[in-house]
């Protein structure tokens, strides 16, 4: 979802600032310089996402490689 709000920072931005949904919360977040967090609508969603991320509960998918798989010998070399 994205919509165009008037700026709120005495113009020194364009005239209108994206507004898009955050993705930590599901709010609206401005996507505009005037926002550090951005594309989070506050530090505190910001940081939850990182803390998940930090914590593995995301992932990103790839293909298994050779040192991955369990070749069958279970020795110590």
């Known amino acids: 979802m994205t919509v165009d709000a008037n700026s709120e920072d005495g113009g020194s931005s364009p005239a209108f600032n994206r507004i898009v949904r955050c993705p930590g919360c599901g709010g609206d977040s401005v996507y505009a310089a005037a926002n550090p967090a951005r594309p989070f609508c ?3 969603c910001k940081n939850m996402d990182f803390g998940a991320w930090a914590g ?3 992932r990103v998918a790839a293909p298994p490689n050779a040192e ?7 020795t110590l070399q």
């Open 42 to 44: 506050s530090e505190r």
């Open 56 to 58: 593995e509960s995301f």
């Open 68 to 74: 991955d798989l369990d070749l069958g010998d279970n």
